[in-house]
């Protein structure tokens, strides 16, 4: 994936919706730029009897609507203004799909893969001493992300709950729901993806029973989003790839044997129910919907004009460029934007916050219920401000989003 800057990207989103919107010059710059950012660095022993030296990330990006919220990577090329991106994004996730939270993310740079489980729970446990001080379920509440899982966040809310002598589950969420997670957790960013899908379909008059869907990442959003696209959608998944390459069969993918084939063998990358295709082969292919659900800057300048489907719906956060937004509009690809497409993840962790808080338990269909209503409002507010407003579906959504966030600050005099 390229150079790109994921932070410059966010902040030049942030100007062209703040420029639209003739936003006040206090409020624009005071979005520009993080609230609170917090570097730590702590040691862990490695299985050999060594120590290591792990460096962590929080970003607390804006807290106006309410604690900071989001998740947490374990990635070794995690870097600060992806952090920084990634927390400005999840300000404005919260803000369209109406949770009351603002925006964080964190993440520690080290490669999982690498790691042995009890080297794995030693660093999860490290970084969580690391920031108990600065997070909690009233100020900063940590979730999953790329290469964390619900068993890291059950070590992470255990550790904190130590720290503080507290029994405290509502510290995290994407928990296993025997230690406090909630039902359709596991599931509901794809969940919500695939409502918006619905959705955008309808306002496109797309028949999804003969649509072809391309599917880049296949991991937790990617392989439940190559599920439920067929399971809630009929429609047909007919290429998915991961790091390692992809595979592409036009009268549809067997997605469990992938999954199984990736499980043994680490990648989709050689499973022999379709032909091997590379990512960017995938990227370019004549589908109704692609979704990006890997990691940001998969769609640039360099590959955008390539891109032939009707619909993209990005699951993953920051998958397009500015430089490739701009030639997506041109070439009317309907974009569903990444804050809003993939959603549904922070607003089921709302939901888990809130039954943590009542300490009782919802029935998986009314978490799915209650999504669905909080995905196809989030989704009609951004389509019908595009509409009115004559602009792209991202402007439209930042819009929204800004003028929630604006409004609290100057509610409580920031600005
Ligand atoms: P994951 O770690 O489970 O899966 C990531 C997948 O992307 C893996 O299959 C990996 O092989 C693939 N990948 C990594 N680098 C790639 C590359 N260069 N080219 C092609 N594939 C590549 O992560 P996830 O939780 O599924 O997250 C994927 C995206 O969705 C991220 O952008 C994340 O921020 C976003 N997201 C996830 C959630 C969630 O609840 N899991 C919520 C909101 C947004």
């Keep these: 994936m390229s150079e790109v800057n994921p932070f410059e990207t966010a902040q030049q989103q942030l100007d062209k919706a703040a420029k639209v919107l003739d936003l006040d010059k206090s409020v624009h710059q005071a979005l520009r730029e993080p609230m609170r950012t917090f570097i730590v660095n702590f040691q862990v022993k490695l299985d050999d009897g060594s120590m290591k030296t792990f460096k962590g990330y929080r970003v607390q990006y804006n807290d106006a609507l309410g604690p900071t919220k989001g998740g947490l990577r374990f990635h070794p090329d995690e870097t600060l203004d992806t952090v920084k991106a990634l927390a400005a994004w999840m300000t404005w996730k919260t803000a369209v799909a109406d949770v009351p939270y603002g925006g964080g993310k964190g993440g520690v740079v080290c490669n999982p893969k690498e790691l042995s489980q009890a080297e794995l729970e030693r660093v999860s446990r490290g970084y969580i001493r690391a920031i108990s001080n600065f997070i909690g379920p009233d100020k ?44 359709g957790r596991g599931d509901a960013t794809a969940r919500g993806v695939i409502y918006t899908i619905r959705e955008a379909a309808k306002e496109l008059g797309i028949p999804l ?13 990617g392989y439940y989003c190559a599920t439920l696209v067929q399971e809630l959608l009929d429609c047909t998944v ?20 992938a999954k199984e084939f990736k499980r043994a063998n680490g990648s989709v990358s050689g499973f022999d129910g379709g032909e091997a295709i590379t990512n960017q082969e995938l990227l370019g292919l004549d589908v109704e919907v692609l979704i990006p659900a890997a990691i940001e800057n998969a769609l640039t300048k360099d590959n955008a004009h390539s891109v032939d489907a009707d619909v993209v719906a990005e699951a993953a956060n920051g998958p397009t460029t500015p430089e490739a937004d701009d030639i997506l509009c041109e070439n009317g690809v309907y974009i569903i934007p990444d804050f809003l497409c993939n959603a549904g993840g ?33 989704f009609a507010d951004v389509h019908s401000r595009a509409q009115e407003e004559g602009v792209d579906n991202r402007t439209a959504a930042y819009m929204v989003s800004i003028e929630k966030v604006a409004q609290a600050m100057k509610l409580r005099g920031w600005v």
């Design 346 to 378: 922070v607003t089921v962790s709302y939901f888990e916050w809130v039954q943590n808080r009542n300490r009782y338990y919802w029935s998986k269909s009314e978490v799915y219920e209650r999504l669905d209503k909080k995905m196809t409002k989030a």
């Design 140 to 183: 900063d509440i940590p979730a999953p992300d790329v290469y964390t899982n619900p068993q890291v966040m059950a070590w992470m809310m255990d550790e904190f709950s130590k720290s503080k002598g507290v029994n405290s589950p509502g510290v995290i969420t994407g928990k296993p729901v025997e230690v406090g997670g909630s039902e």
């Design 238 to 257: 007919v290429a998915v790839s991961d790091s390692g390459g992809g595979v592409y069969n036009e009268n549809g993918l067997d997605i469990e044997a």
């Design 209 to 221: 029973a003969e649509a072809n869907i391309a599917i880049q990442g296949y991991g937790n959003a």
